[in-house]
T-cell receptor, first 111, second 116 residues
Framework: DAKTTQPPSMDCAEGRAANLPCNHS???????VYWYRQIHSQGPQYIIH???NNETNEMASLIITEDRKSSTLILPHATLRDTAVYYC????????????FGKGTKLSVKP | DSGVTQTPKHLITATGQRVTLRCSPR?????VYWYQQSLDQGLQFLIQ???????AKGNILERFSAQQFPDLHSELNLSSLELGDSALYFC???????????????FGPGTRLTVL
């Protein structure tokens, strides 16, 4: 599975959009981009995933660049409860087995 | 609430002992995954079962074993425990074996193991 690069930390003001970047320059054509987050020591929470088109659900939007070498997770109106570590993971759609978690981005939402 | 349940929430035991962690997947999910999260290692994949059979293996120690039962719940057995085994243990489940687009893993709340 391709490697991802994320900034170690980011701040965001409450009520503003949080834009979390992820670089995955070695991604191949059949690899999906997944986003999870982990709040304190809770179990990782699935947020969204996509292949090449932009995706939106009730939690967030995922914007994938045309060359698929990077993506951005957007939380449209961040709240204090969105403070968490966010993980960007790329994974082959036909693969079996595990997710490989890196260090992620620690997002701090401030009042 | 992801629908994945894990018991117990907390476990405190001594070195050399053996413990069993239990996981019930979401209704309809056939795959169960086990992960370990320690302070210095981050989230590490241990093992996956699909419909009762071992499907993939990660960095699981020989002292650790797992199984998935006909009702699809899974147990992770940790034996000859060492101080370094203290960690959070998460179980995740997904519908399929990992093949295909719709395979999303949903995580349980975890079991915190403390070895004294």
């Amino acid at each position: 599975d391709a490697k991802t690069t994320q900034p170690p930390s980011m701040d965001c003001a409450e009520g503003r959009a949080a834009n979390l970047p992820c670089n995955h320059s070695t991604i191949s054509g059949n690899e999906y981009v997944y986003w999870y987050r982990q709040i304190h020591s809770q179990g990782p929470q699935y947020i969204i995933h996509g292949l090449k088109n932009n995706e939106t659900n009730e939690m967030a939007s995922l914007i994938i660049t045309e060359d698929r070498k990077s993506s951005t997770l957007i939380l449209p109106h961040a709240t204090l409860r969105d403070t968490a570590v966010y993980y960007c993971i790329v994974r082959v759609g036909g693969s079996q087995g595990n997710l490989i978690f890196g260090k992620g981005t620690k997002l701090s939402v401030k009042p | 609430d992801s629908g994945v349940t894990q018991t117990p929430k907390h476990l405190i035991t001594a070195t050399g002992q053996r413990v069993t962690l239990r996981c019930s997947p979401r209704s309809g999910d056939l795959s169960v995954y086990w992960y370990q999260q320690s302070l210095d290692q981050g989230l590490q994949f241990l093992i996956q079962y699909y419909n009762g059979e071992e499907r993939a293996k990660g960095n699981i120690l020989e002292r650790f074993s797992a199984q998935q039962f006909p009702d699809l719940h899974s147990e992770l057995n940790l034996s000859s425990l060492e101080l370094g085994d203290s960690a959070l243990y998460f179980c995740a489940s997904s519908h399929s074996s990992g093949m295909g687009r719709g395979d999303t893993q949903y995580f349980g709340p975890g079991t915190r193991l403390t070895v004294l």
